[in-house]
């Protein structure tokens, strides 16, 4: 468990400032929201805040006024990444939440400000980007629109081990040999993560509750498969316009290890043409759902 540190003169109403000052400097297109309807002010909506953090709206509003206290890491985390913060308005932002910053024990689960502007750029790139242990920290709207909206995911259920081996929906399809060789690689790399932090009690757990829940995982795990994940040729079903291969490179950010997943098609294939008709098919539904 995190632990908790002693705030002194910070209050719950320090840190509810702090998350309206912060909300009204992000611009909803800088996020990835749609633009559009009348708008109060420049920044983020407390709907879009909600929904990039993966929390309610209920949530927080409580926080920003002041009626809720003791946020979990997890959601201070994802605050975190969703308001777009600074190393230094992080670390500022876990001292008003009454809690350590997490140790180099912990699996990192920071965006920094290079990754961000790299998602930025890539607008039209399917882009999601996870931690060490392959847990979704961040995805664009194209890979939301190409895989699936996993903004309402939460825990375990945003882990990309977790959803294979518990059975989880995908819009990717293997060959027996394909799904092999992936679940090895699955189960390499988490070892491998493990093995770097050993004292993360999340990662653990995690663990532990895949080797009760699919005898796959188990088997793989207790066999001691090493490897990890490279880049490869993934097909993916979409709902609205079929069966599409693409290249789905593996970009790892060594010093902050974080996993950058894109998904790209060779220029002027039928593929391609599909993954733009996605790209406007994704736009479409983003304006619809937009508050």
Known sequence: MPERCSLGSMTATELGQALRRWRDRVSPDSAGMPVGGQRRAAGLRREELALLAGISVDYVTRLEQGRAANPSLQVVEALARALRLSGDERAHLFRLAGLARPGPDTVPGYITPSVQRLLDRLVGTPVGVSDAAMTLLVA??????????????????????????????????HTPEQRRAFEIGMVGELRTTLGRYPGDGRLRRLVAELRTRSERFAGLWDAGVVGRLEASRKT????????????????????????ILVYSAEPGTEDAEKLELISVLGTQSLAVRAP
Do not use: K
């Open 236 to 259: 993916i079903e979409h709902p609205q316009v079929g069966l599409l291969t693409l290249d789905c490179d593996l970009l790892r950010v060594e010093g902050n290890d974080l996993h």
């Open 140 to 173: 664009n709207p194209m890979y939301a629109a190409l895989m699936g909206d996993q903004s309402s995911l939460r825990g375990f259920q945003r882990n990309g081990v977790w959803r294979n081996f518990t059975g989880a929906h995908t819009r990717a399809r």
